[in-house]
């Protein structure tokens, strides 16, 4: 019986794949990737319901690496998406190799996407990846070139697929053939193709090209405002995010809070200045209570130690027109 290791999103695609080739008696095993912009609840729930092993696998800081500076650049937004798959096939083949799988699959569409799944762009990820002639795209693997795997009667080519291009209904069909009823909606799971989290995160690396791993968590918290060319304040909109920030926070932060009214708390990333720590206590101060106030003390918790200081709140649209 072959082994076969196969990238899992928990998205409709990627399940059929590992079920088209569950159901010919090949051995399946699943993998999921964790980063700051997508993670593997999705993957893990897919998995059991198809009573597929998965392996999940932390890879934030080396991703983080290759979103800086992408070998083929960008999508619509900040998704470099052929680079990313191609990591991904890379890093499962190294597992693939430590662990004795026979070839790797995923569950890309031909023609599904015009940028990253047209025929180029499915040889590309094959080539950078490492491993060209070790994966196996079952959905649409009738439409390409015969794979070494199938020449070899690892697998049956009369038992994949031929679906191509960007509708849907091919894939639900079979879903409900296959009695698959438990699957996300397509699109969506990846930060980096969602237009409002990408200009957050070009703006981080506009700014902040040595940012880590923990800055970019950042993003995904509540308001962010550009202070200069130096600092960024996140502000809290609600005590969920206020709380996230409080966890978030490490020693070379700067956290603000109203002491004397209710409101947010905010976070001072970067290398702040007196005037943006000035900046950020009046728009701390106009999204609390004491908005409508003629001053507003701010206690700011520094690493050096604790400081208090008097705010007029700024108007709101002047505060806006910060917004990142």
């Not at 897919?46 to 290759?66: G, K, T």
Request: one cysteine or more; hydrophobic letters at 40%; charged letters at 25%.
């Amino acid at each position: 019986m072959s082994k076969a290791l196969g990238l899992l999103s928990g998205g409709l695609d990627s399940s059929l794949a590992a079920l088209c080739l569950k159901r010919q008696g090949i051995e399946v095993t699943a993998i999921a990737f964790v980063t700051p912009f997508f993670g593997s609840s999705k993957a893990e729930q897919a998995a059991r319901l198809m009573d597929i092993p998965l392996i999940v696998e932390n890879i934030s800081d080396v991703h983080l690496d290759m979103v800086k500076n992408p070998r083929y650049g960008y999508g619509k937004n900040m998704n470099p998406c052929i680079d990313c798959h191609a990591m991904m096939f890379r890093l499962a083949g190294e597992v693939m190799l430590e662990r004795g799988f026979d070839f790797l699959f995923s569950g890309e569409v031909l023609g599904q996407r015009p940028m990253s799944q047209n025929a180029n762009a499915l040889r590309s990820v094959a080539n950078y990846s490492g491993h060209p002639d070790r994966i196996l795209r079952p959905l649409s693997a009738k439409l390409m070139q015969i794979t070494p795997m199938e020449e070899q009667g690892m697998v049956d080519r009369e038992l994949l697929l031929d679906i191509q291009g960007r509708s849907r209904k091919p894939q639900e069909a079979l879903a409900k053939e296959w009695q698959l009823t438990d699957f996300p909606s397509s699109g969506g799971g990846c930060l980096l193709t969602e237009i409002h989290f990408s200009d957050r995160l070009r703006d981080l690396f506009d700014h902040q090209p040595e940012c880590s791993v923990k800055d970019v968590e950042l993003l995904k918290i509540g308001r962010q405002f550009r202070l200069s060319e130096r600092a960024k304040l996140t502000l809290g909109r609600h005590q969920n995010d206020n709380e996230a920030i409080r966890e978030a926070a490490n020693e070379t932060h700067v956290l603000l809070r109203t002491p004397g009214v209710a409101g947010p708390l905010g976070l001072i990333s970067g290398e702040p200045s007196d005037h943006d720590l000035q900046t950020a206590g009046a728009i701390l101060a106009s999204y609390g209570k004491g908005k409508n106030q003629a001053s507003i003390e701010v206690l700011a918790e520094m690493p050096e130690g604790e400081e208090h200081f008097t705010v007029i709140p700024m108007i709101r649209e002047e505060a806006q027109k910060l917004i990142v």
